[in-house]
């Protein structure tokens, strides 16, 4: 018996990507992202991986006013990870504090509202696919006041 120390795994076949490394200053933080009050970095996954996968740093650049509204994603994957300060959200009816090393995942479909967030906001968002949709919907509650930015 022969061993292929060089045979991919079943999956590998199945999925075509790329290696990928993005160093820091390899890409820049840039407007024209989802949302103009913050900025976005690519991280390189989604060319890495065909569209499959997008992995951004996400960080604040304005003060909150009036947040991203209600909306859901369709995405069959979608986590925050908090990488600086704090963001406030409502998921569905439930207010939620993401602080700096916490994780969220975003059920797929979830109604949601990002209402506030600490000048130094700073997370990673990595969604499924990387050409996800967002859908304006309405609220099933009023959203709190963000705190104003000194």
Request: hydrophobic content about 40%; aromatic content about 12%; proline content about 9%.
């Amino acid at each position: 018996m022969t061993v292929d120390t060089l045979a991919k795994p079943p999956i590998a076949a199945a999925i075509a990507t790329a290696f990928s490394h993005i160093a820091e200053g390899d890409t820049e933080y840039k407007g024209g992202g989802l949302r103009d009050f913050f900025l976005y970095r690519d991280l390189g996954v989604a060319a890495a991986t065909n569209g499959q996968v997008i992995a951004q740093l996400v960080k604040a650049n304005l003060p909150p006013e009036e947040g991203t509204g209600w909306h859901y994603h369709e995405a069959s994957f979608h986590i925050v990870i908090m990488l600086k300060g704090w963001a406030r959200f409502m998921y569905e009816t439930t207010e939620t504090l993401v602080k700096a090393g916490d994780c969220v995942h975003q059920r797929p479909g979830i109604r949601h509202y990002l209402f506030d967030y600490s000048p130094d906001m700073e997370y990673i968002e990595i969604v499924s696919p990387a050409d996800f949709t967002t859908v304006d919907v309405e609220g099933p509650c009023p959203i709190p006041p963000p705190t104003p930015w000194r």
